[in-house]
């Protein structure tokens, strides 16, 4: 396997395997594979600390059909592959999106509403695990989330509820912007524009990607799609990267045949333009993407399947099938036993460490 990244790491946790996989991207091996906590949903690299955290957000189940939310960061370290720490973050729970603020150490996560009060965004110090400020995005169950690169602005995808929320980390204000449902969430490079995919991918009807100026949180562009969207991820070259689910009709999505395997079909990654908004081309996917990631210099893209349990490798330059790593899926079936198995959903990308420079005598 050929990739710009020569001794990068990728990570990728396994929702209902219960595992994070770490890949050898020169070559395409899995080299090493740790268990960790039931329902791991995101994970989010802290360069300084190289530590990676990985969010829990239900004790089993997945989004609308789970037993108990859970409330735990599992921080691991890249270079022995150990569990370093579980940070407990209760009472609050269903962490899910994390964003890191590198300039100030402080990890941002998305939460669901509970005993603490609505859904909404922890300001979190990683390295003594204590929650240093909380913001309400008034709505329940924001999941993903974006940040601007100066730290100054949050914004929350929110599922089903019909607004984004836009909140300043400096004053704790939340504004809303209406949307009718939203999935996955990106802000450009240069903070100057936030992509968010509409409507939730449950929903019937248009799907879009909506562009919202982030200097007046007014929606400016609308990019219409061929199916439903879930991740979305804006390169360091202006790419917009949208995966889509194979399918605007959430009955044949969402429903599995008599051997427990999906009926949706596989879906694609579609590229545009982030700044002219033209397609740029596709390629083809497993089932269910939900999420997707891209080399610093956007020359290869990752895109977690969920339901196949699979990433697809992507060249960016000739919109070409790289190669497709494999997780394990587990048994962690959902509660109702409709969901037999969610794989891949986290991704992180892990550069080598920096080598010491020998002192000079």
């Given amino acids: 396997m050929t990739t710009s990244t ?11 395997g219960c595992t994070v996989s770490f890949f050898d991207l020169a070559t395409g091996e899995r080299t090493h594979l740790i268990d960790v906590l039931p329902e791991g949903h995101e994970l989010c690299f802290d360069p300084d600390r190289r530590m990676l955290y990985a969010s829990h957000t239900y004790s089993n189940g997945y989004y609308l059909v789970h037993e108990a939310k859970g409330h735990q960061i599992s921080v691991i370290d890249v270079d022995t592959h150990e569990i370093a ?30 005993p603490a009060g609505p859904g909404g965004i922890l300001a979190l110090d990683p390295k003594t695990g204590q929650i240093t400020a909380r913001f309400s995005a008034e709505a329940p169950v924001p999941h993903s989330a974006a940040l601007t690169p100066d ?14 929320s836009v909140i300043d980390t400096a004053s704790g204000e939340t504004r809303r912007i209406a949307v009718p449902g939203s999935e996955g969430i990106a802000v450009s490079p240069d903070g100057t524009r936030v992509f968010v995919a509409t409507p939730t991918i449950f929903a ?3 799907h879009t990607i909506e562009v919202i100026d982030t200097a007046t949180d007014e929606i400016v562009h609308s990019i219409p799609l061929t199916a439903a969207a879930g991740p ?8 917009l990267l949208v995966g889509q ?58 895109v977690a399947n969920l339901q196949s349990g699979t990433v697809t490798v992507a060249d960016l330059h000739t919109y070409e099938v790289i190669t497709t790593l494999v997780v394990d899926r587990g048994e962690h079936l959902s509660p109702d036993r409709t969901i037999p198995n969610q794989g891949a959903h986290g ?9 010491a420079k020998p002192a000079r005598g």
Avoid: C
Avoid at 232 to 239: E, L, M, R
Avoid at 347 to 355: K, S
């Fill in 347 to 355: 991704l992180a990308l892990i550069p080598p460490a920096p080598v």
């Fill in 151 to 164: 730290g100054r602005k949050a914004y929350t995808a929110n599922k089903q509820t019909p607004y984004v």
């Fill in 6 to 16: 020569s001794g990068t790491q990728l990570a990728v946790l396994s929702q209902s």
């Fill in 232 to 239: 979305v991820h804006v390169t360091s070259d202006g790419k």
């Fill in 85 to 114: 720490d579980v940070i407990d973050i209760g009472p609050e729970h269903a962490p899910h999106a994390m964003h890191l603020d590198t300039a100030t150490g402080t990890l941002f996560v998305s939460v669901e509403e509970g």
């Fill in 245 to 302: 689910w194979g399918t605007t009709d959430p009955t044949v999505w969402g429903s599995f045949d008599s051997t427990g395997e999906p009926r949706s079909r596989g879906g694609s990654l579609a590229i545009f333009d982030a700044n002219s908004y033209q397609p740029l081309g596709e390629v083809p996917i497993d089932l269910g993407p939900i999420n997707v990631t891209a080399t610093a210099d956007a020359a290869t893209a990752f």
């Fill in 204 to 206: 019937e009807g248009a």
